[in-house]
């Protein structure tokens, strides 16, 4: 029988399967602070020990300062946490990348760039975007705490199969377009639930094309339609970006390896549940409306009168936006670029691209918080750093920040930011903080005009 | 886990659809190391105005409405993956959610952790509204055995699904990892098959 790649991912990490529920082994499980301690309690309750430790990797990201790293964290809470997860790592032999470590970052960032994350395997994190990683051509989704204890317990996770859909993208994207238009463009037309109960693959000429930063762009926001993860076929791009990483299997091991991974992608002619086609030249650069990803909009449209959602009018409401009202000329307050969506390096070259020489407007706050301290290193290694600094731009140390606002990376109340991460619930950025989404060339765009723009007009 | 067989109780409308999880627990309370305490801070940001003060607007600030039934509007708990939303749902003394469609990964947590997603057709989740908004005081029975939500004193019995397993998950107070450490051996020799490159 044919089969997706999803199911030859899936089949080959199944253990056994029971009442419709299936064992699934898990071969690499990374944890950050926020959802580990109350896993690393539980299965101290029980009394047993990690199943196996050498197969998780830890790194604090979602709730650590992005200034002064070396320096003790200040807020007390934040402070407890981390040093829970580092007691908790110590006591349980697990390898953490910790607050300076030249691999720490946010956890999605730090997976591929070390290699960690490859095909073939099935990786968890107990974060939804760890969509990110099926970039790869891997098994990987989000999972919650008690999952997170699961593994933990016993390197398994008890899961009901989910269907597949493969998502299809084909032509070349036009200038000024990128990935993250892309997948907000494919949100936007299937909905913030549309993809729920899914596996997403995503095919395509428009797919092939991208390098794997921006593929990991588009699994990264799979969730965001509420799918339970995203995968792209690997291909040579795949193994040249995984050669020699620091993880990465070297020697007979590497050729093995690539043997085997030519052996995933979806055999012509296997049947997914659903299937969705797009053209990219359908797609111009986007920006989100409302307080859900579904709520998107090309540069060149007006917030529409009705969407099908619920949500809509309040949406409306706490942005401040009108029906039929055009965001092209609003001014914003706040740039936020980062977030395991778009910080990698492609991402601060290209808003370093589209700064240099330029200024930000006055009255605009632009923060970039790389993804990782690797991306960090690189960004100041290539300069950079002082086209952002001259450009009014601050660059920070690495970590979630402002995506979601539990550190002090916040977005005051009632003010706009356009940011490149993936979600613009209500008080996701602060209390009150208004988020349009895009990517980072709008955001960068959005900087130095101190308005939304359409960066096309610009470049 | 505690055994979950039968409950009967008045429930609160939560009449809004796409409910995200940063609305029921938002990230800045996400600090803590233990599971308890959450509840505290269900739908924070909805319960208070800016400045502390009670939204009085709010239906859980409203007195006419209390149980352990929580009815929400379609696709509930879309958003992030914390099972922190479940444990403050749980925590504030809910015990079922009802809704017309839950998002995945909420319904997955909800499950793990002993609450009990009540997913109804359309039609019947709007009957259940009506009958709350005409008496607050309506009361419901869950019935896990018979997977039925019964209106009481009225013809209304809608069935729901749960898996089997998870039915007796929910009966005899256990969960899935007592159940994946009874199979201990069988991991063992599955992890004994991986080739080394991968
Ligand atoms: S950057 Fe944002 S979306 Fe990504 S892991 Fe951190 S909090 Fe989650």
């Given at each position: 029988m044919q089969k997706t790649l999803f199911d030859k991912l899936w089949d080959s990490h199944l253990v056994k399967s029971i009442d419709g529920l299936d064992v699934l082994y898990i071969d690499r499980h990374l944890i950050h602070e926020v959802t580990s301690p109350q896993a690393f309690a539980g299965i101290e309750k029980r009394g047993i020990a990690l199943a196996n430790p050498s197969k998780t990797i830890a790194t604090p990201d979602h709730n650590v300062p992005t200034k002064n790293q070396h320096l003790p964290i200040s807020d007390p809470l934040s402070k407890f946490q981390v040093e829970t997860l580092r007691q908790n790592c110590e006591k349980h032999q697990v390898e953490i990348f910790d607050l300076g470590h030249p691999q720490h970052g946010i956890v999605h960032i730090i997976g591929p760039e070390n290699g960690i994350t490859r095909p073939g395997l099935s990786m968890v994190c107990g974060?939804?975007?760890?969509?990110?990683?099926?970039?790869?051509?891997c098994l990987a989704f989000g999972i919650g705490t008690s999952q997170v204890e699961q593994v933990f317990a016993s390197q398994c996770l008890l899961m009901k199969r989910p269907k597949t859909m493969r998502i299809t993208v084909n032509g070349e994207l036009s200038k000024g377009v990128t990935s993250k238009d892309v997948i907000l463009y494919i949100i936007s037309q299937l909905t913030a639930a549309g993809g729920t109960g899914y596996f997403i693959e995503y095919a395509g000429s428009t797919i092939e094309a991208m390098s794997m930063e921006a593929r990991m762009t588009i699994c990264n926001m799979s969730i965001e339609m509420g799918a339970r993860g995203g995968m792209i076929a690997p291909d040579q791009k795949t193994y040249n970006y995984l050669k020699d990483r620091t993880y990465s299997p070297k020697g007979k091991d590497w050729d093995e390896a690539v043997t085997y991974w030519e052996t995933l992608p979806s055999d012509a002619g296997a049947i997914f549940d659903r299937e969705e086609r797009f053209l990219?030249?359908?797609?111009?650069?986007m920006i989100t409306f409302?307080?859900?990803?579904?709520m998107g909009m090309n540069i060149g449209q007006a917030v529409p009168e009705t969407v099908d959602d619920a949500g809509f009018d309040k949406s409306l409401v706490y942005m401040d936006l009108q029906k039929g009202e055009r965001l092209e000329g609003k001014t914003i307050q706040h740039v936020f670029i980062g977030s395991c969506t778009n910080g990698r390096i492609e991402d601060l070259r290209a808003v370093a691209d589209y700064v240099k020489g330029k200024q930000k407007a006055e009255h605009i706050t632009a923060m970039i918080v790389p993804g990782s301290k690797q991306v960090e290193l690189m960004a100041r290694a290539e300069g950079l750093d002082k086209i952002f600094t001259a450009s009014g731009f601050e660059l920070r140390e690495p970590g979630c920040s402002a995506c979601l606002g539990m550190n002090e990376d916040k977005v005051p109340a009632h003010e706009y930011c356009v940011s490149t991460s993936n979600r613009n619930f209500e008080g996701r950025q602060g209390q009150g903080a208004r988020t349009i989404l895009a990517s980072p060339l709008m955001a960068a765009a959005a900087a130095i005009s101190g308005k939304i723009v359409d960066v096309r007009k610009f470049i | 886990m505690d055994i979950f067989t039968q409950i009967t109780s008045r429930a609160v409308p939560l009449h809004i659809e796409d409910v995200d999880t940063d609305q029921i627990i938002p990230a800045r309370f996400l600090k803590a190391t233990t599971r308890e305490g959450f509840g505290e801070n269900l739908f924070r940001d909805w319960r208070y105005k800016k400045d502390e003060i009670l939204n009085a607007d709010f239906v859980l600030n409203n007195p006419l409405y209390s149980g352990e039934i929580l009815v929400a509007g379609h696709n509930f708990g879309c958003g992030s993956s914390r099972e922190h939303a479940a444990w403050a749902i749980s925590d504030f003394g809910f015990k079922v959610v009802v809704s017309s469609f839950f998002a995945d990964i909420f319904k997955g947590n909800a499950l793990n952790t002993g609450l009990l997603p009540v997913q109804l057709e359309t039609q019947q989740l709007a009957i259940v509204f009506e009958h709350m908004s005409k008496d607050p005081d309506t009361e419901f029975i869950v019935d896990i055995e018979t997977q039925t939500f019964k209106i009481k004193n009225t013809d209304h019995s809608f069935s729901f699904e749960i898996s089997k397993y998870k039915k007796e998950c929910f009966q005899n107070g256990f969960d899935d990892i007592d159940f994946l450490l009874s199979l201990k051996d069988e991991i063992k020799s599955f992890e004994a098959k991986i080739p080394a490159f991968l």
């Open positions: 974060d939804s975007h760890t969509s990110t990683h099926g970039a790869f051509g990219a030249a359908d797609i111009h650069p409302g307080t859900n990803p579904g | -």
